[in-house]
């Protein structure tokens, strides 16, 4: 295997409701990078992000993904979030009547308690939520409100993002969190993730537009298409990407 | 579904233990003779006993109902024993002569009823089979005036009291199953609040049945003077067994001039297995009435047990400003089936009612919610606000709701919300990827639908209403 990579996929076919999306997918996520996937709609690039977190509508027909050197299909969505995986969802989903602090804490204690450390109780979880807070830009009236329910499209973003501070993955995948963000919000977004970078984690980026990666420096672009990687290169190919759009990509794919 | 929601691996009854204790147990068989042996038993004066034969002649000519969104097979009556009670009787006022294996039995279902283990701020009058074994708490109680004991104590302590309300809320001849109580009812609790008293603490009755082929029915009745407030608390269980047992219970509260009682009920009888063999018939008649002006009656259950329940816990709003409220969840999971919901009958002026019913099924359990807004012609500016909200884990169980709405004023305001939803998969796997079990996740996500009605249940008993929760809905997602 590839030395110090946090994830590697090989030859990843994926199908939901029976149909093929990912058609052989390599790719190679060392420890310390950020990866920008981008490509145009219907390519793969969400459920790239499902199959690696391990959402069971989605099927893998053919190939591998190692994490840390472990078989990650082979682990449950739980113990794939708890070794430190994290999917930033699209569409975050609503939990009626439990607190956004209940949910966060639940989640911090469930990660400890895999780790075999003691468990957070909700006064010590508070103090240390506060500063997380803070880094996106919210006061604790957002911890009493229920998860995401009457949350706005950006408000359901800043809150994933407020999961990934609290949780601090090794592995961040980022479906699409840009999408539906305004410009205020798109940068505390992306200035929160550049801030978590450390030279242990990694994270990759999902998404179609250029501008979030002008606040977050991606060591690698790829572009998808058809359920392939097409094109990989360094930031300068997204700034391509930005002004000649996706057509040109699309005719140079290789045909299947 | 891949992740396989609902794979019936299911957890015991936790509760299903049998206690063996030597019991005087009527052979089973109805029969005026059967009641005259009752009451007998019991002391009772012979007003209670005519009463009894009155509501038994009565039941004789009512047919069995079958309206409810249920399915049973016929109900031997005649099979039936209705009396059971431990053989050694112990003085009601003193632990020392109760058999240690009662106060056992109590203990392992988390109700201490001894001296030093005894629930703080909770007296409990603890009842077995058919006769209540030990009230906690009584001389507390009485220095303020209040009375807290078994039913049959009450007939024969405070014979005045009792024939002054019972049966005025549920009537002997009310419905079938509250007119065969009437006629064998053996223990249950009575509480009465003096004029201005707020009872300092939580009332409570935990009902236990043991011995086999016997049906409990129990009567509570409840009084609440004018200006006074109680909070009660009923809990309940039942020994794994393949036959079907019978409950049929009556509730009566009364409400006087801004008086205000609150009874929450956790309801876990023996559900019956997986495929539907044994559990309790839960059928029960429970209602209140607001007398009073700016009087209030407040109705919470959480149901998780029963192979059949069939409640409706309502309110009569007769004083004027009288208020009334129903906050229920009802679970069903494996094959239980439950038709409740609550009847609100406005009557007074500017009388209100709130109803928030939470229905869960899950395996192949069947809910149902039936409910009646009845307005009368004179209460002016009565309101109601009903939400129904219904929630399906896996695709073989079901939901249904049924309410009546009956308006006769025309400055009546009525809301009525209604949901349903499926538990779903993206819910699950959302909590999954932050780490959570999918038990956990399940458990979460329905305590969260919960919540509007654990947040009416007192303090002590909330966490005991999750965890309940979390038990009975175990195994019912993979």
């Known amino acids: 295997m590839t030395r110090n990579a946090l994830l590697e996929i090989r030859d990843l076919h994926a199908t939901v409701e029976g149909q093929e999306i990912l058609r052989g997918i390599d790719l190679t996520v060392r420890a310390g990078e950020v990866h920008a996937i981008m490509g145009p709609n219907g390519s793969g690039k969400s459920t790239l992000a499902q199959v690696l977190a391990g959402h069971p509508a989605y099927v893998v027909t053919a190939g591998s993904a190692r994490y840390e050197g472990k078989d990650l299909l082979a682990m449950t969505p739980e113990e794939r979030a708890r070794e430190g995986v994290f999917l930033a969802f699209q569409y975050p989903v609503a939990i009626r009547g439990i607190t956004n602090a209940y949910f966060l804490r639940a989640a911090v204690n469930a990660i400890r308690k895999h780790r075999g450390e003691e468990q957070l109780g909700p006064v010590e979880f508070m103090d240390a939520l506060e500063e997380k807070l803070k880094v996106i830009g919210w006061d604790d009236s957002y911890l009493s409100r229920p998860v995401n329910e009457g949350f706005s499209g950006g408000e359901k973003k800043r809150n994933e993002i407020l999961q990934l501070a609290v949780l601090e993955p090794k592995l961040a995948i980022l479906d699409e969190t840009d999408s539906g963000l305004d410009i205020d919000a798109l940068k505390t977004v992306a200035q929160t993730v550049q801030k978590l970078r450390r030279p242990d984690n990694a994270t990759v980026i999902v998404t179609h537009y250029y501008r979030i990666l002008t606040h977050i420096q991606p060591d690698v672009v790829h572009v998808l298409s058809a359920g392939r990687i097409v094109k990989s290169g360094g930031k300068e190919l997204a700034l391509e990407l930005e002004e000649k759009g996706y057509d040109w990509i699309r005719e140079a794919a290789p045909v299947a | ?478």
């Open chain 2, 1 to 478: 579904m891949s992740s396989g929601i609902e794979a019936q691996v299911l957890q015991p009854y936790k509760y299903g233990f049998v206690t063996d204790i030597e019991a005087d147990v009527v052979p089973p068989g109805l029969s005026e003779d059967v009641i005259r042996l009752i009451s007998a038993k019991k002391g009772e004066p012979q007003w209670m006993l005519e009463w009894r034969l009155k509501a038994y002649r009565n039941w004789l000519k009512m047919p069995e109902p079958h309206w409810s969104n249920v399915t049973y097979g016929p109900i031997d009556y005649q099979a039936i024993s209705y009396y059971a009670a431990p053989k050694q009787r112990p003085k009601l006022d003193s632990l020392d002569q109760v058999d240690p294996k009662l106060i056992e039995t109590f203990e392992k279902l988390g109700i201490p009823i001894e001296e030093r283990k005894r629930l703080a701020g909770v007296a409990v009058d603890a009842v077995f089979d058919s006769v209540s074994v030990a009230t906690t708490f009584r001389e507390t109680l009485a220095r303020q005036g209040i009375i807290f004991c078994a039913i049959s104590e009450a007939i024969r302590e405070h014979p005045d009291l009792v024939r002054k309300y019972l049966g005025s809320v549920v009537p002997h001849n009310d419905n079938f199953f509250a007119a065969l109580n009437s006629a064998v009812f053996t223990d249950g609790s009575f509480a009465y609040i003096p004029k201005g008293v707020r009872c300092p603490l939580e009332l409570s009755t935990y009902f236990r049945i043991n011995a086999s082929s016997t049906g409990q029915f129990e009567r509570t009745l409840i009084v609440a003077e004018a200006g006074s407030s109680v909070s009660y608390l009923e809990g309940c269980s039942a020994p794994v067994r393949d036959e079907n047992q019978l409950h049929a219970a009556v509730v009566e509260l009364v409400a006087l001039d801004d008086a205000t009682i609150k009874y929450s009920t956790i309801q876990n009888w023996y559900p019956g297995d997986e495929e539907g063999r044994g559990g309790i018939f839960n059928f029960v008649t429970k209602r209140g009435a607001c007398r009073g002006k700016n009087s209030k009656i407040s109705w919470t259950q959480v149901e998780t047990g029963s192979a059949i329940t069939w409640k409706y816990p309502g309110c009569i709003l007769q004083g004027d400003n009288s208020i009334g409220e129903f906050y229920s969840v009802a679970v069903t999971n494996q094959r239980q089936q439950a038709d409740t919901g609550t009847k609100m009958i406005h009557m007074g002026k500017n009388t209100r009612s709130t109803i928030v019913s939470k229905g869960i099924s899950a395996g192949r359990g069947q809910n149902t919610y039936r409910g009646l807004v009845k307005i009368l012609k004179g209460a002016e500016h009565a309101r109601n606000y009903s939400q129904c909200d219904s929630m399906l884990i896996g695709d073989r169980c079901g939901a249904h709701t049924f309410p009546y709405i009956d308006v006769r004023n025309s400055t009546a305001i009525m809301e009525h919300e209604a949901s349903t939803s499926k538990i779903g998969e993206d819910q699950i796997f959302y909590a999954k990827q932050r780490g959570l079990s999918a038990e956990d996740a399940v458990s979460m996500i329905v305590n969260g639908f919960c919540k509007e009605v654990f947040k009416e249940l007192p303090m002590e008993f909330a966490v005991e209403a999750q965890r309940l929760l979390g038990i009975s809905l175990e195994g019912s997602v993979g």
